[in-house]
């Protein structure tokens, strides 16, 4: 089992997490890396649908042209953001917001690749990847994700984490850029578009943290699970509480 197969199987097993964190790869311009050749390629698919599926277990690839989003295709680099989104007219029409000018700020603030600097996107469960992935997405119910943002708190020395989104992109911009290009851990609570377009339910929501922290990351996991993991859960003292309620 590799270093990384195992760090994903601690993951999974230390916070309780149902489906697989996704191992995510930028791929660079020019021609693709053998290790991706098994990947299945696919076409007009969203970015939060190829999340999706590898969170389900399959490992995937798209090309640049293939983004069906013409948000996250923006973001990636791929493409110009088209002029209704831009404007922020496209949000309107969307019933996302009410005026024009808030969509086009969302969209100004939107942390983005430089055109061209990537080619496409290969993902898979995390346990299968190649290589040490460009950055780590979970998606899933909010208390096992919070154990990694208190893994990852705990690695930065207690300074408080403040969440960057604009609940809007929150796959592709959230999840995947932020992490990527600050190379720092972000959470969001998911966005419009990957609710309507993926099975992300009601009660999950998501983070992605960079690739290289992976190990550390687990080892905090690791810490938390000796005493604070079990004892939290085991909700002793709600469970006290219940009992002074009863006998009152």
């Known amino acids: ?112 690749l430089p055109p061209g600097s990537i080619a496409g996107i290969a993902v898979c469960p995390l346990g299968a990847a190649p290589s040490q992935p460009d950055v780590v997405v979970v998606e899933g119910p909010p208390e096992p994700l919070m154990w990694i943002a208190l893994a990852d708190l705990n690695l930065v020395g207690g300074r408080r984490r403040l969440g960057d989104t604009a609940v809007l992109q929150a796959t592709c911009v959230d999840a995947t850029i932020i992490p990527h290009v600050e190379q720092s851990l972000n959470f969001s609570l998911g966005c419009y578009g990957c609710r309507e377009a993926t099975d992300m339910g009601p009660g999950e929501t998501i983070l992605g943290f960079p690739g290289a922290a992976l190990t550390d990351l687990v080892a905090a996991l690791e810490q938390l699970n000796e005493k604070a993991i079990g004892r939290s859960r085991a909700k002793a003292v709600f469970n006290h509480l219940k009992e002074k309620q009863e006998k009152a």
């Open 1 to 112: 089992m590799s270093s990384i197969a195992g760090a994903a199987d601690r993951l999974k097993e230390i916070i309780g997490l149902e489906t697989e964190p996704v191992a995510v790869f930028l791929l660079p311009p020019g021609p693709v890396n053998p290790a991706f050749d098994a990947f299945g390629k696919v076409a007009g698919h969203r970015y939060c649908q190829l999340l999706m599926r590898a969170r389900h277990g399959e490992s995937l690839r798209l090309d640049h042209d293939e983004l069906a989003c013409p948000a996250a295709a923006s973001a990636f680099g791929f493409k110009p953001l088209p002029e209704g989104l831009a404007t922020g007219k496209g949000l309107v029409g969307f019933g996302i917001v009410a005026e024009p000018l808030t969509g086009k700020a969302m969209f100004d603030g939107m942390t983005r």
